[in-house]
């Protein structure tokens, strides 16, 4: 504009207006980006939005982080995604990193007067100001908890902005009514949804609750991710289709995987696959997952695909995995021969591996020769021992020797694990 006055300055807005705009940023980069612009900018998103996107709680007696969220329901309504943890959790559930909102959680110096009833009661009440709430994940479900679960659920099925949804669940279902009604199969529009724990097979053991728990699946349609245990996932998976399916998690008991293949058939847009066991590889379609990208498995099953590739005559084009997790131990006691093995695999295309990670110990010259034949590699995860030598007489290598092995990778730009350090 001609005249400077007339220039429209968003801090000209009232308050209310900036904070619920700030409100529609979901991505915590979108604002550090919009707090390093000015002073003023930084004063009103730190720390009422940067510390209220992601927020972990702990299910103890002693966390008052609901109390504060009950209080104030103008910060819980920016809260996207929300972590529950348990201290007596598995150690595989661990979740990382926490991420806590300190800078206000100690405001109110009447909080620490609550009761442990009291503070299930702000739990209910701060969910129900999680109006924007987009993913929840309750890594662990104690007997002690098992009761406030329907009522939890009862409030999520309200948010409609809810997509991604995570329980471990070890313990029986705790149900107010009979197992038609239970809240969760009223939840819908999910994209992501992981169950894991013995409940879920449970209830699937039950007439009426695999009928009802086979229809809510059925109904979600949006779903991109599944996580579920192998026997609960089997009772299912020949009536389902998720049409926009891309990642699929398999854990557990491998001894049925051969039923798993029907529901790969059904789903060739899957572009990422984690289990351990795949049988009859060798009576698969050529168009067989054409484009997976990412595979977590045992050693085994990579030979078993080498053994359906080499079948085909002309040979198939080879498979442009991106990334691939190797778990468990080789095939046969040799490791070395199962470096060698892995070098020549001739279904892999060795241009588009860029993140490998290794369950299988090997020594220093199989790094250097799996440097040569998979050159673009960005990220190496060594979880295994590192050895120097050959045969017997193999020792556990130094750091001397990792530092041999790196300039080999000549786009490594990550390397992780506990061997190499």
Same mark, same amino acid.
């Given at each position: 504009?001609? *005249?400077?006055?007339?220039?429209?300055?968003?801090?000209?807005?009232?308050?209310?207006?900036?904070?619920?705009?700030?409100?529609?940023?979901?991505?915590?980069?979108?604002?550090?980006?919009?707090?390093? /612009?000015?002073?003023?900018?930084?004063?009103?998103?730190?720390?009422?939005?940067?510390?209220?996107?992601?927020?972990?709680?702990?299910?103890?007696?002693?966390?008052?982080?609901?109390?504060?969220? !009950?209080?104030?329901?103008?910060? /819980?309504? *920016?809260?996207?995604?929300?972590?529950?943890?348990?201290?007596? &959790?598995?150690?595989?559930?661990?979740?990382?990193?926490?991420?806590?909102?300190?800078?206000?959680?100690?405001?109110?110096?009447?909080? !620490?007067?609550?009761?442990?009833?009291?503070?299930?009661?702000?739990?209910?009440?701060?969910?129900?100001?999680?109006?924007?709430?987009?993913?929840?994940?309750?890594?662990?479900?104690?007997?002690?908890?098992?009761?406030?679960?329907?009522?939890?659920?009862?409030?999520?099925?309200?948010?409609?902005?809810?997509?991604?949804?995570?329980?471990?669940?070890? *313990?029986?279902?705790?149900?107010?009514?009979?197992?038609?009604?239970?809240?969760?199969? &009223?939840?819908?529009?999910?994209?992501?949804?992981?169950?894991?724990?013995?409940?879920? *097979?449970?209830?699937?053991?039950?007439?009426?609750?695999?009928?009802?728990?086979?229809?809510?699946?059925?109904?979600?349609?949006?779903?991109?991710?599944?996580?579920?245990?192998?026997?609960?996932?089997?009772?299912?998976?020949?009536?389902?289709?998720?049409?926009?399916?891309?990642?699929?998690?398999?854990?557990?008991?491998?001894?049925?995987?051969?039923?798993?293949?029907?529901?790969?058939?059904?789903?060739?847009?899957?572009?990422?696959?984690?289990?351990?066991?795949?049988?009859?590889?060798?009576?698969?379609?050529?168009?067989?997952?054409?484009?997976?990208?990412?595979?977590?498995?045992?050693?085994?099953?990579?030979?078993?695909?080498?053994? /359906?590739?080499?079948?085909?005559?002309?040979?198939?084009?080879?498979?442009?995995?991106?990334?691939?997790?190797?778990?468990?131990?080789?095939?046969?006691?040799?490791?070395?021969?199962?470096?060698?093995?892995?070098?020549?695999?001739?279904?892999?295309? #060795?241009?588009?591996? #860029?993140?490998?990670?290794?369950?299988?110990?090997?020594?220093?010259?199989?790094?250097?020769?799996?440097?040569?034949?998979?050159?673009?590699?960005?990220?190496?995860?060594?979880?295994?021992?590192?050895?120097?030598?050959?045969?017997?007489?193999?020792?556990?290598?130094?750091?001397?020797?990792?530092?041999?092995?790196?300039?080999?990778?000549?786009?490594?730009?990550?390397?992780?694990?506990?061997?190499?350090?």
């Amino acid at each position: 504009m001609d *005249n400077s006055s007339e220039i429209f300055r968003l801090f000209d807005l009232p308050v209310e207006i900036i904070d619920d705009i700030l409100g529609h940023l979901p991505l915590h980069r979108d604002l550090l980006n919009f707090a390093l /612009a000015s002073r003023s900018s930084c004063s009103v998103v730190v720390p009422r939005h940067t510390e209220y996107r992601v927020v972990h709680f702990d299910e103890g007696d002693t966390d008052f982080t609901w109390t504060h969220l !009950a209080q104030r329901t103008d910060l /819980a309504s *920016n809260i996207r995604e929300i972590h529950v943890i348990y201290e007596e &959790a598995p150690e595989e559930l661990d979740m990382g990193p926490w991420h806590r909102p300190e800078g206000l959680v100690g405001s109110n110096h009447n909080i !620490a007067h609550k009761s442990k009833q009291q503070i299930r009661e702000d739990m209910f009440r701060a969910l129900w100001s999680m109006t924007r709430l987009e993913k929840l994940h309750w890594n662990w479900v104690p007997g002690r908890s098992a009761q406030i679960i329907p009522r939890m659920l009862h409030i999520l099925r309200t948010i409609p902005t809810l997509k991604h949804l995570a329980f471990h669940h070890g *313990n029986d279902f705790h149900m107010d009514s009979s197992i038609d009604k239970y809240p969760l199969w &009223a939840i819908r529009g999910l994209e992501s949804l992981s169950l894991q724990g013995s409940a879920w *097979n449970t209830i699937s053991q039950m007439k009426e609750g695999k009928r009802s728990m086979l229809g809510w699946l059925q109904g979600l349609s949006s779903l991109q991710f599944l996580k579920m245990d192998t026997r609960t996932f089997l009772r299912y998976s020949k009536d389902l289709s998720f049409p926009q399916l891309q990642r699929l998690n398999l854990e557990g008991d491998t001894s049925h995987y051969l039923h798993v293949v029907p529901f790969l058939r059904r789903h060739p847009a899957i572009e990422e696959l984690s289990l351990l066991l795949l049988m009859k590889l060798g009576q698969l379609p050529t168009n067989f997952l054409p484009k997976l990208k990412r595979l977590c498995c045992e050693p085994s099953v990579l030979l078993q695909l080498e053994m /359906a590739y080499s079948r085909y005559l002309p040979p198939l084009p080879p498979r442009r995995l991106e990334y691939l997790h190797l778990s468990g131990i080789p095939p046969r006691s040799d490791e070395r021969s199962f470096f060698r093995e892995f070098c020549d695999l001739k279904f892999l295309d #060795r241009t588009t591996l #860029r993140a490998l990670s290794l369950g299988v110990s090997g020594s220093v010259s199989d790094f250097i020769d799996l440097a040569k034949t998979f050159p673009v590699i960005e990220e190496l995860y060594i979880v295994c021992e590192l050895y120097r030598g050959k045969g017997r007489g193999m020792e556990l290598s130094t750091f001397a020797d990792l530092l041999q092995i790196v300039p080999h990778f000549h786009n490594l730009k990550v390397i992780h694990g506990f061997s190499p350090w």
